[in-house]
């Protein structure tokens, strides 16, 4: 019997997923709980992969005409209950600001003052589209008004039961659009074009792929005519929704009054659409593209690319780290983001936190490398077996190609991944017995299964969900599978 392989997480992906993905995120040091039930705290270095995220797609929404801007966190009941299907598919999740000041009780303990209790109720936003369309409907007058494209960049909270750092928390980030239209094709190019946009991202930047296409009915966002989304496919075989883009229709017009002026005179209804990701594309990062070492970081978000690490042994010590630094100087020159690891701690402890964190390309120099003016490099996606020798002037011109070369091989890793666990079934029962078997992934199935009754049951035994109808199948087939 052979030995198993030493692994820096415990367990492995296999032993114990959902715990193999916790230790990841502490490895790798990016997020911890946070002491407010059901929120995290996102650490400098998970911090730094959003930020990047947000300052890439920022740029994209600026050259599509969006404008930022920025909406009250706290969001009048009564605007919530203007929509009614709206108000139901968040009224569970809603934290409702009741009083605006505290005072002791008889045991010191702070409670609400009575006294203050607030006449208007609020909830900390779960969503924007209310208190957004009550701006839309003063902001726009005239067709001249249109399109008026918006965006903002925050957090909401939603009161989750069962919690994960990153894929579902009470408190999350991400950006939130929300424009409106003149009619119907305009809103619907809108959901289409920045449904591309994200997917572009994902595939361009994050090597992350799915299934595009449009949700069901049942799982449509609250208010909208349709939703459009991106399902994508984790190590373990469940599904994770990567963003949505939503055709609200004239649904939130009409609640708010957001009307135009038509060029011939008489008034008409705005159709609206909003669209979002979040920081739950982290967790989609760690799940997709993460081994039993830690983090795979794909390097055009990576907040590190390359990291170089002396080789210290006392002796010319600080000449190693002259050319260490040199080498990043020159790396920087390229464009390229690069840290020289000047911890004061043992070659292997920094070798070691750089691969739990995924750093993509890892550079070791010591004494011989400098002698030679060479560089050793090891790629993180394929490990010691990658590991290379070459002169400075080679690596420094070859760097942004070897980093490319492990995004493209990276994204056909998912690629693969994806189409090698995505099984069609012909039948509800085949449906059943494939899951009752206890295989994992995603099930492609005709759509007119969604109308026989008898699917419900199977996926409620199955915690089953659909995904989406992707646009691939020309709306012939439903994607179900279990899902996060």
């Known amino acids: 019997m052979s030995k198993q392989a030493k692994t820096a997480i415990t367990p492995t992906r296999e032993e114990n997923f959902p715990e193999w993905y916790q230790q990841v995120i502490k490895a790798a040091d990016m997020a911890e709980n946070a002491p407010t039930r059901g929120c995290m705290t996102v650490k400098p270095y998970g911090w730094a992969v959003w930020e990047n995220m947000v300052n890439i797609f920022d ?33 569970k999740e809603c934290a409702v600001v009741t009083h605006h000041r505290l005072e002791a009780d008889e045991n010191g303990a702070l409670v609400p003052a009575p006294a203050a209790e607030l006449e208007e109720k609020y909830v900390v936003r779960p969503t924007s589209e209310t208190i957004i369309g009550d701006a839309m409907s003063r902001w726009i007058q005239s067709y001249r008004d249109l399109p008026l494209k918006l965006n903002q ?60 296409g449009v949700k069901t009915p049942e799982e449509r966002f609250p208010g909208a005519n349709e939703t459009y989304c991106i399902e994508t496919m984790m190590q373990d075989g469940k599904g994770l929704q990567a963003c949505t883009t939503h055709d609200l229709g004239t649904t939130f017009s009409k609640t708010f009054n957001i009307k135009y002026q038509i060029q011939e005179g008489g008034e008409e209804l705005c159709h ?49 780290l002259a050319y260490c630094s040199d080498l990043a100087a020159k790396l920087k020159a390229k464009g390229l983001r690069a840290k020289v690891d000047e911890r004061e701690m043992r070659t292997p402890d920094k070798m070691w936190d750089a691969i739990k964190k995924g750093i993509p390309l890892r550079v070791e120099v010591g004494g011989r490398e400098m002698e030679e003016g060479v560089v050793t490099h090891v790629r993180r996606d394929l490990g010691r077996e990658s590991k290379t020798t070459q002169s400075l002037e080679s690596f420094i011109e070859g760097a942004q190609g070897i ?21 069609e079934a012909a039948s509800i029962e085949e449906l059943g017995a494939f899951f009752a078997a206890g295989k994992t992934g995603f099930v492609r199935m005709p759509v007119a299964v969604l109308d026989d009754p008898a ?18 199948d020309e709306g012939r087939s439903v994607l179900i599978a279990k899902a996060y």
């Open 403 to 423: 980093l490319d070369a492990i995004h493209e091989d990276m994204l056909a890793r998912v690629r693969r991944f994806r189409d090698e666990n995505t099984h």
């Open 272 to 320: 609206t659409t909003s669209w979002a990701f979040t920081t739950r594309m982290i967790g989609a990062l760690i799940m997709m593209h993460g081994d039993d070492d830690g983090m795979v970081m794909p390097p055009r978000i990576a907040p590190q690319q390359i990291v170089v690490l002396p080789v210290l042994k006392g002796e010319g010590d600080a000449d190693i």
């Open 59 to 91: 740029g994209w929404l600026k050259d599509y005409g969006v404008q930022n801007c920025s909406f009250p966190m706290l969001i009048p009941v009564s605007f919530l209950s203007k929509e009614a299907e709206h108000v139901d598919g968040f009224a």
């Open 153 to 212: 960049w925050c957090s909401v909270l939603r009161w989750e039961m069962r919690t994960r750092i990153f894929l579902r928390t009470g408190e999350f980030f991400w950006h939130e659009g929300h424009n409106a239209f003149k009619d119907h094709e305009e809103a619907k190019g809108d959901c289409l074009h920045v449904l591309d946009l994200y997917e572009k991202f994902f595939t361009e930047y994050l090597a992350v792929d799915g299934f595009k």
């Open 455 to 472: 699917l419900e049951a199977v996926m409620k035994e199955h915690s089953l969900t659909t995904r989406n109808m992707p646009f691939a």
